[in-house]
């Protein structure tokens, strides 16, 4: 009936096709020229975040310069070549000044983000926990070290950007636990790193910051997504840094910047103020660590970070101190250790790296044990990648919204965009010669 009646009055009244051709055209109009608003709107943004990180970066060497006219005996080489447990000491002795480190690596830092572009932003606020670490009572175990921290550890007054155009509207008002337990054991945060856009990326480029070259070779990545870190630390503009890892943040900068890394067991450090532009991804954690120039450094972050101060500002830590005696030890170890996983192609020189480790263990009268890792397969499909994809990528293409998405991950952006049936398909087709992009594919269709 009401069919019958709709179209009765379109025949009854005449279309003006003319009409509905202008209003057609004007709509398309219209549309162009929003988007257009909308991408002018971001690259406005984009331009005024950069211009308060070179604006940033012109007060600092200016502070720089004026110390140095002020204390120009100053050895800087001698200084940056210490190590940091050295450095950790001749602070605690009084024979370096807080205030002279701070300023050699900041000098240091620079140089090499000029270099490289690692860093997002310098911390002018040092310079206040310069004084307030000489007012504490007590020294804590990093007391006037200098230490870089990823862009998305949060740090009051400062941005958590993750490399989004839609995350430069909002400042941080917190500092984040890991922060706040650094400052009280005497360490002072100076500089941001830059990161990949999304932090989902194995190498280390966003739309806002641009591309952190390797300090060791321009023409290659530092890895990612702590790639800032691993650039800075590796240029020797840091000396200490905090990165963050789940499928290999930490562990890929460290080993493309010829570092020394540690992801520590989820939850062993505070995640409280580590902002992340996907939530819900709780089958597969992140965890916050450090990234250094050898691995007594990393042992030194951690018994500083492992205190009653960071299980009091969060309870949800397990309150379990560095074990000194287990880290000191001499007993001999018995240590699994294997080349392959049978899942990921391992190249020569990784194969060489770890038969050299095993050499230099057992020549240190360890017991080494090699084995193969059960059911890799089913572990990295079925539970990696299966869980961390459950919805098809959906939430993490959300994060692009009123955003331009960086060249480095157009290629994910676009197979997450493929239809459900298309990946499946797709996967279908390429298991045979490409078995591993089928399980992402395959993964990326999202769970049944």
Request: hydrophobic share 40%.
């Amino acid at each position: 009936m009401i069919q019958h009646q709709l179209r009765q009055v379109l025949l009854e009244r005449k279309v003006d096709t003319s009409a509905a051709l202008a209003l057609l055209c004007s709509s398309a109009a219209a549309m162009v020229v929003w988007k257009w608003l909308v991408k002018r709107q971001i690259q406005k943004k984009m331009e005024e975040a950069r211009r308060t990180q070179d604006d940033g970066v012109k007060k600092m060497a200016k502070a720089v310069q004026q110390f140095r006219e002020q204390v120009p005996s100053v050895q800087t080489d001698a200084i940056l070549s210490l190590p940091l447990l050295e450095l950790a000491e001749r602070l605690q002795e009084g024979s370096l000044s807080p205030k002279t480190v701070l300023y050699t690596y900041l000098e240091k830092a620079l140089e090499v983000t000029q270099q490289t572009n690692c860093l997002r932003h310098f911390i002018p606020e040092c310079e206040e926990q310069l004084q307030e670490i000489q007012r504490q009572r007590e020294k804590g175990l990093l007391y006037g070290i200098p230490i870089s921290i990823k862009d998305h550890i949060s740090h009051q007054g400062h941005l958590s950007t993750c490399g989004l155009v839609q995350c430069l509207d909002t400042v941080v008002q917190e500092d984040s636990v890991l922060v706040k337990v650094l400052k009280r054991q005497g360490a002072i945060p100076f500089a941001m790193t830059n990161v990949p856009q999304s932090l989902f990326n194995y190498d280390c480029s966003n739309p806002i910051f641009g591309q952190t070259l390797n300090p060791f070779n321009y023409q290659k990545s530092p890895g990612g997504s702590s790639g800032g870190e691993g650039a800075l630390i590796a240029g020797g503009g840091s000396i200490l840094g905090i990165g963050s890892d789940i499928g290999g943040s930490i562990r890929l900068p460290s080993s493309f910047c010829g570092l020394c890394g540690l992801k520590p067991t989820a939850e062993r450090l505070s995640l409280s103020g580590a902002s992340s532009p996907v939530s819900g991804i709780l089958a597969v954690p992140c965890a916050l660590g450090p990234m250094a120039r050898d691995v007594d450094s990393l042992a030194l972050c951690m018994k500083a970070l492992l205190c009653q101060e960071m299980f009091q500002l969060d309870p949800t830590v397990p309150p379990i101190p560095f074990n000194e005696e287990v880290y000191s030890s001499s007993a001999p170890l018995r240590v699994g250790y294997y080349d392959t996983d049978g899942y990921f192609p391992l190249p020569p020189c990784m194969r060489r790296a770890v038969r050299e480790t095993r050499e230099a263990l057992q020549a240190a009268r360890h017991q080494l044990v090699p084995f193969s890792p059960p059911g890799i397969h089913y572990v990295m499909t079925e539970l990696f990648l299966k869980t961390f994809f459950a919805d098809g990528g959906r939430a993490w293409l959300d994060v692009f919204t009123g955003d331009i998405v960086d060249p480095n991950l157009k290629s994910q952006v676009n197979c997450c965009k493929i239809p459900r049936l298309g990946k499946k398909l797709l996967a279908l087709i390429l298991k045979p010669l490409f078995p591993r992009l089928a399980d992402y594919l395959s993964a990326l269709g999202g769970m049944r």
